[in-house]
């Protein structure tokens, strides 16, 4: 699923940030952002718009459940991409966390056990 798939994507982006492989870690925070999307939306019990439609959806139809503000959310991601700020995939990941357990999926993240902490 795609929840896991994002998990799965912070804890290998956190070992390569660990083991001091930069770019590898760029690529799998790049790589986990359709995952993250996919799944917040999936929780509104929306589909995941086509990138060239993103940003107007969220402005228009922002998502419910989550936190952020107008433009926020794609400044996030155009962050983790362009800035190579991939601390903003960690912090997105303890943002939806309490929002997906609350929502029935604890789950996802206690099959983890705590894998996902390996860069703290």
């Keep these: 699923n795609?929840?896991?798939?994002?998990?799965?994507?912070?804890?290998?982006?956190?070992?390569n940030l660990r083991d001091e492989n930069k770019k590898a870690?760029?690529?799998?925070?790049?790589?986990?952002?359709?995952f993250f999307l996919e799944a917040i939306f999936a929780l509104e019990g929306r589909v995941r718009p086509y990138n060239k439609?993103?940003?107007?959806?969220?402005?228009?139809?922002?998502?419910k459940k989550f936190p952020w503000k107008k433009g926020e959310l794609v400044k996030k991601?155009?962050?983790v991409i362009d800035k190579n700020k991939l601390g903003i995939l960690h912090n997105l990941f303890i943002i939806i966390r309490p929002i997906f357990e609350k929502n029935g999926y604890a789950k996802?993240?206690?099959?983890?056990?705590g894998c996902y902490k390996v860069g703290e």
């Design 53 to 63: 439609y993103l940003e107007w959806e969220l402005n228009n139809y922002p998502l």
């Design 2 to 15: 795609n929840l896991g798939a994002f998990i799965n994507h912070v804890y290998r982006v956190e070992k």
């Design 25 to 34: 870690a760029k690529f799998g925070s790049i790589e986990a952002i359709p």
């Design 77 to 79: 991601l155009i962050n």
């Design 108 to 113: 996802a993240f206690n099959e983890w056990k």
